[in-house]
């Protein structure tokens, strides 16, 4: 397939996008946070037997957000996100603001946000920048203690796979950047668009654990591979 021939276009993104903005990836060298492995923190389990840890390491998180910019990749991925003419989903695994704050629209997080807290009292979802900590108080119904980060754990579906899946069986192109492919259903999305009939494209810092699955698979940093690779699509688009 020609790049030309390309209408539909699905991407996939993990912490290797954010890594140069300065946000610290799951499983690099720094990717234990505090000793804690990300499966043992990131969990409905750890929440019921230690909140306090999981409040801690997602305030952490939460606190960072305010001092890194997006970077090189996020920018080029909003340019795309202005300027394809036709179908484009970027289906991020980050629960970090950096693609929307580039510019991207066409953006869903299937992994949750930072910047988002959730009431177990009301079941309402609604955005948080500050500490949340156990004793928060929902700005809905008032409760306290009954909000928690609007993250999807271990264990927990991922939000709006139907969307996903729909996008993914009309995407003529399939791009993976920044990922390990550890995680599921995330890692599975490149076999679903293979099926499909899409083409795939990897873009990491190393092969991923699922390179084999991907037509092409291209090394080195997001910040120098993603706004070639962009200028390349829009200029055959
Ligand atoms: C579900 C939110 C079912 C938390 C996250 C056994 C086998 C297979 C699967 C399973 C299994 N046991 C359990 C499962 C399922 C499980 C899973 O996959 N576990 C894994 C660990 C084996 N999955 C789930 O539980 C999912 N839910 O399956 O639900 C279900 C069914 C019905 C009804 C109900 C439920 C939920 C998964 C979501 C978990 N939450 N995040 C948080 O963020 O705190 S996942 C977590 O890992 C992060 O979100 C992250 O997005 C994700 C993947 O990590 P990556 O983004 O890839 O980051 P990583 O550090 O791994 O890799 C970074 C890459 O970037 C590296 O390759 C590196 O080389 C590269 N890089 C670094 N720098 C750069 C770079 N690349 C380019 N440029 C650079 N500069």
Known sequence: MHSSD????????GAGVSAESGL????????????????????PEAFLRDP??????????RATLGMVEPNAAH???ARLDAEWAGEL?????????????AGSNRLLHMHGELAKGWCLGC???????????????CPSCGTSGTVRPDIVWFGEMPYEMDRIEEALQRCDLFVSIGTSGAVYPAA????????????TLEMNLEPSLGSYMFDESRTGRAGELVPQWVDQVLRAG
């Open 6 to 13: 390309i209408r539909n276009i699905v991407i996939l993104t």
């Open 123 to 137: 079941d309402e979802r609604f955005g948080w920048t500050g500490a949340m900590g156990e004793a928060a108080e």
């Open 89 to 101: 989903l970027l289906v991020t695994q980050n629960v970090d603001d950096l693609h929307e704050r």
């Open 52 to 61: 306090a840890l999981v409040h801690a390491f997602y305030d952490a998180r």
């Open 24 to 43: 610290a990836t799951f499983r690099g060298p720094d990717g234990l946070w505090e000793g804690h492995r990300v499966e043992d923190v990131a969990t």
């Open 75 to 77: 920018r080029a991925l």
């Open 188 to 199: 599975g999305f490149v076999q679903t668009a293979r099926y499909c009939g899409a083409r």
